[in-house]
DNA sequence: AATACTACTATACTAAAGTATACTGATATA
DNA sequence: TATATCAGTATACTTTAGTATAGTAGTATT
């Protein structure tokens, strides 16, 4: 990791920032079902109503509202009848994978050592 | 990302448990903070409480003692006078400076992208 | 005419996370 | 004797996150 120079609470604030900016995007209780949901295939809300068990409309909606407006998330409307709704990972959504990738690697590892004791 | 096969709500599941235990590792308002300063030194209670603007001795208190479960944190008691107890990183706990710098690289990029809209 | 589907929203609630404030016991210093 | 330091703990509170349940508008099917 990058050391800081000056550590001072104020340096030591600005070096967390972007990495809690992250844990914002990804960190609730159903972010990452969805965005994994998203990563396997483009769904309607219904679709992942389904495919997200437990979860209540009124919290994917508003997890898909955040996603959107962080633009990691694409909403796009159909007129079909009834009308549906498409949801897919923006391209810049597809490049958390990297990132979700790493901390799934340490997770594992992290998994291993913990029942190993 | 190593795609599912499958794409069960299960193994869905499975899939994200890794990643959910790096966020609830180092995901509360001050894992992260903690983490960082120790990364940088050995700290002391009172050097982290000093360090850390804003934090409560009870959280600064309850979050080690997290970490230390979790076998990221190391305590060490020392017979002075006062008593002295200094917490370190384990080398378990510095492992996760690669998964932090990930995080932060693509945060960074975030950061410049929402900036630059 | 009654029911069902889609994509949600509204209201009220519970549970989890974090805060505020004061306090403890052992020792040292003024 | 009064005050300070260290490393915390205790109790009560607020704030945020998530849940439960019901309802909406528009269209299609039975």
Avoid at 38 to 64: A, D, N, V, Y
Avoid at 96 to 108: A, C, F, N, S, Y
Wanted: hydrophobic content about 40%.
């Amino acid at each position: 990791m990058n050391k800081i120079d000056t550590y001072t609470p104020t340096e030591c604030k600005k070096f967390i920032l972007p990495v809690r900016d992250v844990i914002d995007l990804i960190g609730g209780k159903w972010r990452l079902p969805i965005i994994i949901a998203l990563s396997f295939k483009i769904h309607r809300f219904k679709e992942l109503e389904r495919q997200i068990e437990g979860i209540t409309p009124r919290m994917l909606s508003k997890e898909l509202k955040e996603l959107e407006i962080n633009g990691l998330v694409n909403r796009e409307v159909f007129n079909t009848m009834p009308v549906s709704v498409q949801y897919s990972l923006t391209e810049y959504g597809k490049s958390l994978d990297k990132v979700i990738e790493t901390m799934r690697d340490w997770g594992l590892t992290h998994r291993n050592k913990i029942i190993s004791e």
